[in-house]
């Protein structure tokens, strides 16, 4: 019997630990409790191994863009979190939104366990976001066929020696969409084929004692350094935007 695929809507998060071969997937999150614990989805490591194979699609991930009174972090936490390990990750087709900090790969910059992240963000669209688009330490991400949009502070931040394939994805009213900046050693980025549109701007960290680079003149800095491994077809990326808003989601398109 084929699986059945219901929608459900959570009041909390979704975590995995030194799991494999999960599905996350037809989902609404959001409005978590404020707090360093309050992520969307958490994939994390632990002495007993690290989280992989996992796919995370069609799912809608919001919060609000506000403090969040009482709880010791202030703020609403993570919406799509990878950590201590967790890889070969596949995000597709998903809605965030009204988030501070959209998705992270790697906890710190000591988390050296994430050299081995293999992280793959297509036809997801991220709008009304503050940051961490995504927020990757070490590793390697494909990041392709993606809509990026009213972006409040930075996008893609590659750092701590990550290479991240950048490929046909579409920005506009953004701030920083690509960068690497707030670590002690910057990453590099390969960029091919995206579509830059309006409202894009650039600034320098509020702290420059740190390395830092724009990729205000969208050439890469690296190629990527090794193959991905998988058969893929990227649309163009003027036509990214329509298709992404058409099938991103819980309960859109599953059949993309």
């Known amino acids: 019997m084929a699986p059945r695929v219901m929608p459900m809507t959570l009041g909390r998060g979704s975590s995995a630990y030194s799991a494999r071969l999960i599905i996350i997937r037809n989902m609404t999150i959001g409005l978590l409790p404020g707090g360093e614990d309050a992520d969307s989805i958490s994939?994390?490591?632990?002495?007993?191994?690290?989280p992989s194979n996992i796919w995370v699609d069609h799912n809608t991930l919001f919060a609000l863009l506000t403090k969040?009174?009482?709880a010791g972090d202030a703020s609403?936490?993570?919406?799509?979190?990878?950590?201590?390990?967790?890889?070969?990750?596949?995000?597709?087709?998903?809605?965030?939104?009204?988030?501070?900090?959209?998705?992270?790969?790697?906890?710190?910059?000591?988390?050296?366990?994430?050299?081995a992240a293999r992280t793959t963000y297509h036809h997801?669209?991220?709008?009304?976001?503050?940051?961490?688009?995504?927020?990757?330490?070490?590793?390697?991400?494909?990041?392709?066929?993606?809509?990026?949009n009213n972006v409040l502070t930075?996008?893609?931040?590659?750092?701590?020696?990550?290479?991240?394939?950048?490929e046909a994805n579409y920005f506009e009213n953004?701030?920083?969409?690509v960068t690497s900046r707030d670590s002690s050693e910057i990453g590099d980025w390969d960029l091919i084929n995206n579509y830059v549109g309006s409202g894009i701007t650039w600034s320098v960290p509020d702290s420059t004692?740190?390395?830092?680079?724009?990729?205000?003149?969208?050439?890469?800095?690296?190629?990527?350094?090794?193959?991905?491994?998988y058969m893929y077809t990227a649309i163009q990326?003027?036509?990214?935007?329509?298709?992404?808003?058409?099938?991103a989601g819980a309960g859109t398109n599953l059949a993309e």
């Open 68 to 70: 969040c009174a009482g």
């Open 174 to 177: 953004a701030k920083n969409p």
């Open 43 to 50: 994939l994390e490591g632990n002495s007993s191994g690290e």
């Open 124 to 148: 997801n669209r991220f709008e009304n976001v503050e940051s961490r688009l995504l927020l990757q330490r070490r590793g390697l991400s494909h990041i392709y066929n993606n809509y990026f």
């Open 154 to 166: 930075s996008g893609i931040n590659v750092r701590m020696g990550a290479v991240a394939l950048i």
């Open 209 to 229: 004692s740190k390395p830092y680079a724009n990729a205000s003149t969208w050439i890469s800095s690296k190629t990527f350094p090794q193959p991905l491994g």
């Open 76 to 115: 609403f936490d993570g919406g799509i979190d990878m950590k201590k390990g967790a890889h070969h990750v596949t995000v597709s087709y998903n809605h965030v939104h009204d988030y501070q900090k959209v998705a992270l790969n790697g906890y710190s910059d000591n988390d050296t366990k994430n050299a």
């Open 237 to 247: 990326a003027a036509q990214v935007k329509a298709k992404v808003i058409a099938t």
